[in-house]
C-alpha cells in the first residue's frame, strides 16, 4: 500500500519569509512518481512538479525548489521569498508506474502568507 | 486551449435522491479520473478510465457510485440514494495518456455536493 504524509496541516508566515512544506511517502515500488499539486483558494488543482524515483537532482524554478531524498523518502518542497499569491492549500502526491498512475495525495498544508 | 470542465459548480440535494456529476475532459486526453476531496477523507481516488479499456473501479466507496465515459470523451458520475456522508467536492481529472510514466493530471474546478 501507498502513503502519503504531510505532517503541517497548517503554516503561517510574513511575506518575504522562505518556507518548507514537508512530505514523507511510502511504497514498496522501485519505480514511481511524486507530484506536488497547489489548490488555490478558486479551488482548481494546479500541477507544480513531477519528479521519477531515478532522478534524485534537485530542481528549482523560480522562487520554488524541491529536494527529493530516497534515503529518508521525502519530497521536500520550499518557497524563498513568499508572496501573498502563494497562499494556497499545497498537495504532495504519488502514483505508481502502472496503467492508470492514480495519485495517492497527503492531507495537504494550508500555507497563509500574511503582508 | 480549453481546460477540464466540470458541471454543475454546485449541487445540493436532498438525502436518497440520485445525483448526476458531468466532466469534459481536455480534446485529445484519453485518460480520465474522478477524486472525490472531503474534510474527514482527504483526496481519495474514485475511477479511472483509459481510451475504451474497461474503467478501473478500484476506489469506488459502495455500489451506489457508478461511472460511465460516452465515446471517450466526457464522463458522468452518478451517486444513487446519496447519503450525507457523500457531501464532498468531486473533481475531475484528464491525463494525455495514463499508461505507465507518471503523466501529469490536470483538474477540473471540481462540483460541490452537499447532501441535506
Known amino acids: 500500500a501507498q502513503k502519503v504524509t504531510q505532517a503541517q496541516t497548517e503554516i503561517s508566515v510574513v511575506e518575504k519569509e522562505d518556507v518548507t512544506l514537508d512530505c514523507v511517502y511510502e511504497t514498496r515500488d522501485t519505480t514511481y512518481y511524486l507530484f506536488w499539486y497547489k489548490q488555490p483558494p478558486s479551488g482548481e488543482l494546479v500541477f507544480l512538479i513531477r519528479r521519477n524515483s531515478f532522478d534524485e537532482q534537485n530542481e528549482i524554478s523560480g522562487r520554488y525548489s524541491w529536494n527529493f531524498q530516497k534515503s529518508t523518502s521525502s519530497f521536500n518542497f520550499t518557497i524563498t521569498a513568499s508572496q501573498v499569491v502563494d497562499s494556497a492549500v499545497y498537495f504532495c502526491a504519488l502514483s505508481r508506474n502502472n496503467a492508470g498512475n492514480m495519485l495517492t495525495f497527503g492531507g495537504g498544508t494550508r500555507l497563509m502568507v500574511k503582508p | 486551449g480549453a481546460g477540464v470542465s466540470q458541471s454543475p459548480s454546485n449541487k445540493v440535494t436532498e438525502k436518497g435522491k440520485d445525483v448526476e456529476l458531468r466532466c469534459d475532459p481536455i480534446?485529445?486526453?484519453?485518460?480520465l479520473y474522478w477524486y472525490r476531496q472531503s474534510l474527514g477523507q482527504g483526496l481519495e481516488f474514485l475511477i479511472y478510465?483509459?481510451?475504451?479499456?474497461?474503467?478501473?473501479k478500484s476506489g469506488l466507496p459502495s455500489d451506489r457510485f457508478s461511472a460511465e465515459r460516452t465515446g471517450g470523451s466526457v464522463s458522468t458520475l452518478t451517486i444513487q440514494r446519496t447519503q450525507q456522508e457523500d457531501s464532498a467536492v468531486y473533481l475531475c481529472?484528464?491525463?494525455?495518456?495514463?499508461?505507465?510514466?507518471?503523466?501529469?493530471?490536470?483538474f477540473g474546478p471540481g462540483t460541490r455536493l452537499t447532501v441535506l
Open positions: 478510465f483509459q481510451g475504451n479499456s474497461a474503467p478501473d
Open positions: 480534446s485529445g486526453h484519453t485518460a
Open positions: 481529472a484528464s491525463s494525455p495518456q495514463g499508461l505507465a510514466g507518471g503523466s501529469e493530471q490536470f
